[in-house]
């Protein structure tokens, strides 16, 4: 399950079928997509996941996904960032920058209020190409962080295959994914570094089988 966010909040949440159809993605970037299929499953999604991965919600995603059930399949919450670090989006690039520095990341999610819901997401690249391209500008450090960050966001379900996360990594270039669930509370984040700590200490994982 994944959905997308832009600056009116949620607009968007299904499979990863339905995302390739409202998302296009760059034909320089464009990957054959095995997984799609021509039915429609989004009306299979009567309930999200809601706790910790039992046998039941594993065999249920399965089921959604069109995958085989004697498979095993790796979920975005066994390998992702927890409690990742989440700013408010009235502080200024300059605070957020040192927060990157102090904690040696190179993304931050961003939200709204104080009930953790996801705004934008903030990379490191984005706050130096912003200051290089105003340079000379007075104060320009104290502008605040939701006037650079980026708010078309693709998020995940947490209970989603690892395997189908990093196909969306690749397909839409994203470095990180924020794992949000139906209330739309801010559940965690998984990197491309997650997906590669998981591939080399899972032995049995095999990302495309």
């Known amino acids: ?15 990863i079928d339905h995302l390739y159809d409202v998302h296009e993605i ?27 991965i039992d046998e039941q919600a594993r065999n249920k995603y399965k089921q959604i996904a069109n995958l085989n059930t004697k498979t095993e399949i790796y979920h975005v919450e066994q390998i992702m960032t927890h409690k990742p670090i989440i700013i408010n989006d009235d502080i200024s ?17 961003i939200r709204s209020d ?5 705004k934008g997401l903030i990379t490191k690249n984005m706050l130096l190409d912003f200051l290089m391209k105003n340079m000379g500008v007075e104060n320009i450090e104290e502008t605040e962080v939701s006037r650079v960050c980026e708010k078309n966001i693709i998020t995940t379900d947490p209970i989603t295959d690892i395997r189908r996360a990093a196909k969306v990594m690749i397909d839409f270039n994203r470095n990180a ?33």
């Not at 399950?1 to 499979?15: C, H, I, K, V």
């Not at 040192?98 to 904690?103: D, G, R, T």
Request: one cysteine or more; hydrophobic letters at 35%.
């Open 1 to 15: 399950m994944f959905a997308m966010y832009d600056d009116d909040g949620l607009n968007f949440r299904s499979t």
């Open 114 to 118: 104080k009930r953790n819901t996801l």
């Open 26 to 52: 760059s034909p320089t970037r464009r990957i054959k997509n095995d997984l799609r299929k021509d039915d429609d499953s989004s009306s299979k999604f009567s309930s999200l996941y809601k706790g910790n």
């Open 93 to 109: 690039i300059e605070e957020c920058y040192e927060i990157m520095e102090k904690n040696h990341i190179r993304q931050i999610l």
């Open 177 to 209: 994914i924020p794992v949000v669930n139906e209330r739309e509370d801010i559940l965690g984040v998984v990197t491309r570094h997650d997906i590669v700590k998981a591939v080399s200490s899972i032995p049995e994982l095999q990302i495309w089988a």
